[in-house]
């Protein structure tokens, strides 16, 4: 037979022994929790602003955000989410400045059950300054040049398929030779630099 806990079953149970007269009671807390992640959701020169997520909580859990030396960062207002299960999901966003040292941690805690998870993220300088907004621009310039060349490169192709027809004698207008496109080989060290 399968037992499975429910957020529901947490509460005071009592067992009684008749025979001695006894009985006991005791307090059946239920938990849930799960491991926080980080991402950056958003870059500007010198700051960033990081975002924790940590699904699948019982009881509902707080959120903090703390430095390398442990001190509480001031933070937004955490969004706390139910689920139809019972169980709650949090996210909070903290806006973090270039320092000495860009280790960040964010905590998820549960006082009733005392339980704590955390995930901690260690950021490179270049994070702060604009080469990692310049990174992404010209990622989605590569993209689109790359792109754009592989439409060239397979209409070419597809147009020396369709030709069978003989080669005709080429009149005067038609001696010059066709112009080749040409796509300047660009060298440009991309730089992934958040996380």
């Excluded at 020169?45 to 019982?58: D, E, F, I, K, P």
Aim: net charge negative.
């Amino acid at each position: 037979m399968e037992n499975s806990l429910q957020t529901s079953d947490a509460g005071t149970y009592l067992c009684i022994l008749e025979q001695n007269q006894m009985e006991a009671s005791v307090q059946l807390e239920v938990g849930a929790v799960s491991t926080p992640s980080i991402e950056v959701v958003s870059e500007k020169t010198g700051s960033l602003v990081l975002q924790c997520r940590s699904n699948g909580w019982y009881p509902e859990p707080e959120v903090l955000w703390l430095d390398d030396k442990g001190n509480i960062l001031s933070a937004e207002h955490p969004e706390t989410l139910k689920g139809p299960d019972g169980l709650y999901s949090v996210s909070s966003r903290v806006t973090v400045e270039m320092r000495e040292s860009n280790f960040f941690t964010c905590r998820v805690h549960q006082r009733n059950i005392k339980q704590t998870r955390e995930t901690q993220l260690n950021l490179s300088v270049k994070c702060f300054t604009d080469d990692c907004n310049k990174c992404t621009i010209w990622c989605y310039i590569l993209v689109f040049i790359l792109f754009i060349y592989s439409i060239l490169v397979t209409y070419n192709l597809i147009q020396k398929k369709d030709k069978t027809e003989p080669v005709k004698s080429l009149t005067k207008e038609e001696d010059k030779p066709l112009n080749a496109i040409e796509v300047p080989s660009q060298k440009k060290s991309v730089h992934l630099c958040c996380i």
